[in-house]
């Protein structure tokens, strides 16, 4: 599926923790550096945890330190733990998690201590199937609130600076400083919308974890309506439920002196908002296909965000033209070969090879290896798929004559994304028989 619409606000309300004191640098450190893994636009970094190393998903879109799918860290230990009711985006009512408190966070050369994690119970709430890597977590505004962060987007770099009279001073010289404001741990900034001719000076939250371009809040207010020519769509899930609504092309958003044309917004339905708390005059976010086109330097102290433009600002606008969503349902044994150079294996020889077992015949090495096992979790009503007849539950063998396990998750919804028109081959397995489908990826905005 599109990871893009696996972005997640959350609403912890009356557990806002206020004792949470952020990430403080170790001694004689002032600045570190920390790769990170990005995929469709969401950025994911490893932090150790009393002593177990996790994959956080960075997020300025929530105030709190989020834990779920622990189940395969057993090692864990977790202190001061009482149970708590969670509420965020989603129609659902509210579910049941835990409030722990007084844990260690360290990465690279930054430590938090006394940090306070809301760990999600639900076995379906499950990024790691949705992203095509583990994710054990969502971390915010503890990252963010005491240093100077730089996301580089193409160098997949990730600078935590200490401030510094130095570094303030080449930003002003090479990036657009815009002022935000921090509330209820979240940044925001104004912006101006246009809609169908319609100019509107729009508050939006800052959310990198959002991988939308733009999110909009139907009939917030007089002005704000989702264009004529749009489509229903699957958004995302939150941990009340699934979230809802329209995507739409909106003619502009301008960001300080950046202006981009034609942006994909979505839409949430109210019923996917009830349990959000808004914070005044907000209109809606503004995603990491967005962030991605500069660099990004983030100074909550002072009220900042730098922009600077990159390699990828032009970029066009994409989105999912197949109305397939697909997911990782966990690994199954898959059967490769491999030809073999004057190989000297007469009649059967077994052995081990890293990955997997593998069996030799003459000369062809056939190797039976875990991979992903990818299944069709949501399509879109009206669209390409559901008009040739796939369904949800098809598990996906192979796209265009390769075998589906060639593909990472990522990949896989790059095919689905191209500008171009373009003709799609799909053969799944149905009720144990392999079904061969055929269509077109033809816009729909």
Request: glycine content about 6%; proline content about 2%; some cysteine.
């Amino acid at each position: 599926m599109r990871i893009t619409l696996f972005f997640l606000f959350f609403f912890l309300g009356q557990f806002s923790n206020r004792a949470q004191e952020g990430f403080q640098f170790l001694a004689n450190q002032t600045q570190v550096e920390i790769p990170f893994q990005l995929i469709n636009n969401l950025i994911f970094i490893p932090i150790t945890v009393n002593g177990v190393e996790l994959n956080f998903l960075l997020d300025t879109g929530v105030e709190e330190t989020l834990l779920f799918s622990l189940d395969d860290k057993k090692e864990l230990n977790l202190y001061n733990v009482d149970k708590i009711q969670l509420r965020g985006l989603g129609s659902n009512e509210s579910i049941e998690g835990l409030k722990s408190s007084n844990n260690y966070m360290f990465v690279k050369g930054l430590v938090s201590s006394k940090q306070v994690f809301y760990i999600i119970l639900d076995q379906n709430f499950n990024l790691s199937s949705h992203i095509g890597i583990p994710v054990n977590g969502i971390i915010g505004k503890q990252f963010f609130k005491n240093n100077l962060v730089q996301i580089d987007y193409l160098k997949k770099k990730i600078t935590v600076t200490k401030p510094n009279f130095e570094f303030f001073k080449r930003l002003d010289k090479k990036f657009v400083k815009i002022p935000i404001s921090i509330e209820l741990g979240k940044p925001y900034f104004k912006s101006q919308l246009k809609i169908q001719d319609t100019f509107i000076e729009s508050k939006m939250l800052i959310d990198i974890g959002n991988s939308d371009a733009i999110w909009v809040f139907q009939n917030y207010k007089e002005g704000i309506k989702v264009p004529e020519k749009n489509y229903d769509d699957f958004l995302g899930k939150g941990f009340s439920g699934d979230i809802e609504g329209k995507r739409a092309k909106i003619n502009e958003i301008k960001i300080a002196d950046f202006k981009f044309s034609w942006p994909i917004a979505a839409f949430p339905d109210s019923s996917s908002l009830k349990h959000v708390k808004m914070v005044e005059n907000r209109v809606g976010s503004v995603g990491a296909e967005i962030f991605r086109r500069f660099k990004v330097v983030f100074d909550y102290e002072n009220g900042s965000v730098y922009l600077k433009k990159n390699a990828n600002y032009k970029s066009h606008f994409k989105y999912n033209k197949s109305g397939i969503e697909i997911e990782q349902n966990g690994l199954k044994w898959v059967e490769d070969y491999i030809k073999l150079e004057n190989s000297l294996v007469n009649s059967y020889g077994y052995g081990n090879q890293e990955s997997g077992k593998v069996m030799v015949r003459n000369d062809y090495k056939y190797k039976f290896e875990l991979q992903p096992n990818y299944v069709i979790a949501n399509i879109r009503k009206k669209s390409a798929a559901e008009k040739c007849g796939l369904k949800v539950g098809d598990e996906i063998v192979s796209i265009g004559g390769v075998p589906v396990f060639k593909y990472s998750l990522q990949k896989i919804n790059n095919l689905f994304m191209v500008e171009e028109d373009k003709n799609i081959t799909i053969v799944v397995l149905r009720d144990k028989m392999q079904l061969k489908f055929a269509f077109k990826l033809e816009s729909e905005l």
